[in-house]
């Protein structure tokens, strides 16, 4: 007979005595348990007790999660959080260093728990902790003790961050400004400036006017890659808190001293391979730098603008030496007038007596002005070609340069998701952004020329120019894909892969489809479908026992809090637990949580799962929703909140979990992967077959032959 659901069978140790194995009941007060457990011992003054987890960041029990206890727990009976608070607040207070230290690492290590945290706080545990720093010339261990518990009291937002005093915030600072500090000191300095960046407007005009950009940039080119990526945390956090002036200015001094190029060279192509955290940040600053483009995206021509006019006009002196223009020219007004609408024309303006009036449409706005205006000061040489070759060619089959560069910036914007909010998550840059100034602008100089060079290869008209805006389109997004390392490898390949390679792309995968609509071959497919489906569900759950790191994101956009998750080789437990960084896979035996999979009850996705619920919606990302996944498990109906690293990591996982609750997988990597395996298992199985045609309907069985003589008779050679 199974016991009953509000009885769990834990132990409990303690040091120096035998442990005892309880039957826990759930709806038994708390106190009178661990009364029983002591008087097992025979220890008086149980309320200066408590339980707490043996493994992983070891717990404390209490009322509010003893629903957490799982059948095999293993608990330690030790001092009440309370009594462990006041003996710590004195313990840092003492004069002996040791006892001090001592208490100050031990502090650090219960900090995480909520229960302590609360019950040294109310005991105005951070006023002496704030003394201790303020007053202290120590930069050695104890002060990383000291930051460290900081740190972890904080997380549990008990106290606001804008309730810290200018003494302590400027001590922070000094740290981080200082060259003869621990290493340990100043990465935890970082963070706390970090985290105190987005809370509120004062803090970040403090934090930014003390620590400079030059300072950061120091901070970056050191080779201590912890401290590297620290400091690059906090440059981000302070561009993702600035306005957009404050932005710009920012960003225009990093261009100055060459950040770009550093990144580049030392971290980007540095020997150690790139983690996923300084990912996410180059990321956050290619999409940062990207955005400066948006103001002149969304402003359209203003014709009464004397120096957007001036740009326009520019744009018509360089490409022709006017006639109207010339010393000694005494054209009538209207002359003049007429002269330069037909070199707009030659232009490619849709518009040409009021040019303004093709770029009112935003976005793409003043940004594709600007384009064209560096394409023609940037390569006057090109941009001449462009504009004579095709005001030289037949009317029906000139390449209109202005129309095609404002579709171009508007097809840029898209594919580079400029004006877009910053992911949460994202890792993908493209390394090439960080091998050139002035990007944008350089990108559109080389696909500009690549529109002129598929316009001729199409032979296109002026009603094939959707038609061949889309050929670019796909031209740019397939070498993209690639993710070349710098613009010449881009422009190399993308000129490569011109119309008649994206024909064949094209008619490959035309023929494949056509190919796979036979009635006999669509018959295969599903006979060979639950084979492969069952090779997916068996990869799957591979990578599910392999395991992934999760990163927890909480309301101040703090990542560098890590979790792992795996399945036992047995598919049975689901074994989880904070890890630190730099572990790339953790022994399972390390991950001191579990979830049978027998309790699992439900998978949710997206806006379902109660951590989305909770966080503020305001400028939610639209990427964190496509990433969230949770577990609902056990009778009381727990919850394990996942945020994916990728979306291919977000499949493979909901897809694992999904077979272990005996459903479909439903993700769009389940039906990529089945279209693959079917694509390769059908043309392994057709390859007898190729250049015949097959049938829609099965030939006719012929007739039997009138005897069988032909026959061989095995039964004389046997003999």
């Not at 309730?163 to 001590?171: D, E």
């Not at 957007?308 to 003049?336: C, D, V």
């Not at 504009?387 to 029906?396: A, I, Q, T």
């Not at 498990?633 to 077979?659: K, Q, S």
Request: hydrophobic share 35%.
């Amino acid at each position: 007979m199974p016991p009953p659901k509000d009885v769990v069978k834990i132990a409990i140790q303690m040091v120096g005595a035998i442990p005892q194995l309880i039957e826990l009941q759930q709806t038994k007060p708390l106190a009178s348990v661990l009364k029983d457990v002591c008087d097992v011992w025979s220890l008086p003054n149980a309320e200066r007790y408590a339980l707490q987890y043996v493994d992983g960041r070891q717990t404390y029990i209490t009322e509010s999660n003893r629903g957490e206890i799982k059948n095999g727990s293993i608990l330690r009976l030790t001092t009440s959080p309370d009594q462990e608070a006041e003996r710590l607040y004195s313990g840092i207070q003492s004069n002996n260093s040791d006892v001090k230290t001592d208490s100050l690492k031990k502090l650090a290590s219960l900090s995480q728990d909520v229960t302590f945290a609360q019950e040294f706080i109310n005991r105005n545990g951070l006023k002496q902790i704030f003394y201790i720093v303020e007053e202290g010339n120590d930069t050695g261990e104890m002060l990383a003790h000291t930051l460290k518990a900081f740190m972890e009291l904080m997380e549990h937002d008990f106290v606001s961050w804008e309730t810290l005093s200018a003494a302590f915030i400027k001590k922070i600072v000094s740290y981080v400004n200082m060259n003869a500090v621990d290493a340990s000191v100043q990465q935890l300095s970082l963070s706390i400036l970090e985290n105190m960046v987005p809370t509120s407007r004062l803090l970040f005009e403090l934090v930014k006017k003390e620590v400079t950009l030059d300072r950061l940039l120091t901070h970056l080119q050191v080779t201590n890659a912890q401290l590297q990526l620290k400091a690059m945390a906090l440059l981000i956090a302070l561009l993702l808190a600035a306005t957009d002036a404050e932005r710009r200015d920012m960003m225009d001094y990093l261009r100055e001293k060459n950040i770009r190029q550093f990144i580049h060279k030392n971290i980007i192509h540095s020997s150690e391979p790139l983690g996923d955290e300084m990912a996410h940040y180059l990321y956050v600053l290619q999409s940062v730098s990207l955005n400066l483009c948006e103001r002149r995206m969304r402003t359209s021509m203003d014709p009464y603008s004397q120096e957007q006019r001036e740009l326009l006009q520019s744009l018509r002196q360089t490409a022709f030496e006017s006639e109207s223009e010339a010393p000694g020219s005494n054209f009538s007004t209207e002359r003049r007038r007429s002269l330069c609408a037909k070199e707009f024309r030659k232009l490619g303006f849709m518009n040409n007596s009021n040019p303004a009036e093709d770029l009112r449409r935003a976005p793409p706005g003043l940004l594709a002005l600007d384009n064209m205006v560096y394409f023609s000061r940037h390569t006057p040489n090109a941009y001449s070609r462009f504009v004579l070759e095709n005001s030289s060619r037949e009317d029906k089959h000139e390449c209109p340069f202005a129309r095609s560069s404002i579709q171009l910036t508007l097809i840029l914007c898209e594919i580079l998701h400029v004006g877009e909010p910053c992911s949460e998550t994202a890792q993908a840059f493209y390394p090439m952004f960080f091998g050139q100034d002035h990007f944008f602008e350089e990108l559109f100089c080389i696909c500009i020329q690549l529109v002129n060079k598929t316009w001729k290869e199409m032979r296109a008209t002026q009603e094939d120019f959707d038609k061949v805006l889309q050929v670019v389109r796909e031209q740019i997004t397939r070498t993209l894909s690639l993710k070349p390392t710098s613009l010449e490898l881009f422009k190399t390949r993308v000129n490569a892969l011109n119309y008649s390679e994206i024909l064949k792309l094209r008619q490959t995968e035309r023929l494949h489809q056509e190919e796979t609509l036979a009635v006999p071959v669509l018959e295969l497919r599903e006979r060979l479908k639950p084979e492969l489906l069952e090779l997916i569900r068996q990869q799957r759950l591979l990578h599910l026992c392999e395991g992934t790191l999760f990163r927890k994101i909480s309301s101040r956009r703090r990542q560098d809090k890590l979790w792992y998750c795996r399945l036992s080789p047995n598919h049975k437990v689901l074994h989880y637990g904070d890890v630190e960084e730099g572990v790339d896979s953790p022994p399972i035996e390390s991950l001191p949580e579990k979830i049978p999979v027998a309790d699992m009850k439900v998978l949710l996705m997206g806006k379902e799962c109660p951590h989305t619920k909770e966080k503020s919606s305001g400028k939610q990302n639209k990427d964190v929703l496509e990433l969230a996944f949770s577990i609902v498990y056990d009778v009381e109906e727990y919850c394990l909140n996942f945020i994916a690293p990728t979306r291919y990591e977000f499949c493979l996982w909901t897809d694992g979990l999904n077979v272990l609750l005996g459903k479909e997988m439903t993700s769009e990597r389940m039906q990529t992967d089945l279209d693959v395996l079917l694509s390769m298992e059908l043309k392994l199985r057709l390859l007898d077959l190729e250049n015949i045609s097959i049938p829609d309907t099965p030939p006719p069985v012929p007739k039997p032959p009138s005897n069988l003589n032909f026959c061989y008779d095995f039964s004389h050679t046997e003999q």
